[in-house]
C-alpha cells in the first residue's frame, strides 16, 4: 500500500533539489537551462513532503501498539536531528575548507543563526537554507505529540488542533506578515499536513475509491503548477496551488499496489539525505569543476544533469553507508523502549 508513498518522497526531493539547481541557474550563475525549465517549479516537491508527513505521522500513531507521546518526541528526534546535525557539521567543514583554500568566509552564517540552525528554531534564515522545513516539521510533531489520545481514541483534539493552527496560518499569510519566525510558525504549507491526516483517517475509514483517478488529477494539478508558477512564487496561495494537488497524488497513490525495485526503494530511503545534502553537494561539485575545468556547473542542462546525478548517488551511498545502519541501531534501540512499555501497560 505504501509504495506509491515511498516513490513519491524520492521524487519529491528530486524535484527540490532540481528546482534550487535551476534557480541557481536562471538567476545570479548567468546560465542557460532549457531542459531544466522544467523544475521552476519543483519548490512543490516540500508540498508532496508535508502532505506524506500529514499521512505518514498520523497512519504510524493509528496504528502503533500502545501509545507514547514520549516514546513517539524520542523515535522523531532520533529520526530528525542526528541525521541533520551529521550534515550540518560536514557542511560547516566544507566551508572551512573551502575559507582556506579561497580566503572567502562569506558563506559563514552569524551566532545567532548557528544556534537557530542547530536546533532548528522558527527562523527564515538557516545555515542549510531548507531547514525551514524541518521546524514545521518539528512543530508538527509537538503538536500531535500533545493533543493525539492514542490508538481508537477520541481525535477531535488533535484534529481540531491541527485545522486551528492551518487556519491561523491562513490568515497570517493573508494578512502579508513578514515577522521572522512567524514566517516559519504560520507558513501556508501548515495546512498541507492536515491534508495528510485527513488522507489518513478516510483511508483507514475504508474510503479508498477512485485511487487512479485520483492519482491522475493530482498529477495534472501539480504539473500544471510546475509549468505555470515558479518556486518562488509559491507562498500565498500554496495550499491550493500545490497542497491540493498533492493531496490528490497522495491519495491516489495509496491505491497503487506495486514491487518496489531496488533502486526504487533506495531513491525513496535516501530521500531524506538527498534533501539535505544537495545544497553542500552543488557547492562542492561547483568548486571542483570550476576549479579542474574552468566551467560552472549551472552553464546548461549537460552539466547540471551530471551535477543533479553524482548528487543523488552521493546521497544514496551516504544513506547506504552511514544512515541505514544509524536507522537500523535507532530503531532496535526504540524497539527495546516498546518491550519495555509493553511490558508496564501489561502489568498495569
Known sequence: MLSGIHLLRGLAALLVAGFHIYAASAGGENGN????????????????FFVISGFIIYYA????????????TAGRFFRIYPVYWAV???????????????GDASRFADPQTMIRSIFLFPSDAHVIEISWTLTIELLFYVLFAATFRGPNSDTSLVFTSMLSWAFLSVLYTVADIDAGGLNVIFHPAVSELLFG???????????????????AFGAGGLLATLILVPGHELHEWRALQAGVPAAFLVYGALGLNFRLGFLG???????YMLYLIHLPAFMVVGFLVEKTA?????????????TLVLTVVAACLLHLLFERPYQAWYKALMARFDGREKQAHQTS
Open 33 to 48: 537551462p532549457v531542459l531544466f525549465s522544467a523544475f521552476k517549479g519543483g519548490a512543490l516537491g516540500v508540498d508532496i
Open 61 to 72: 500513531a493509528a496504528r502503533a501498539p500502545v501509545w507514547s507521546s514520549g516514546r513517539f
Open 88 to 102: 550540518l557539521i560536514g557542511y560547516l567543514a566544507l566551508l572551512i575548507g573551502l575559507w582556506v583554500l579561497t
Open 197 to 215: 491526516m485527513i488522507i489518513c483517517e478516510l483511508w483507514m475509514k475504508g474510503a479508498r475509491r477512485f485511487a487512479l483517478p485520483m492519482f
Open 265 to 271: 526503494k533506495l531513491v525513496g530511503d535516501a530521500s
Open 294 to 306: 574552468g566551467i560552472s556547473i549551472y552553464a546548461n542542462d549537460l552539466t547540471m544533469g551530471i
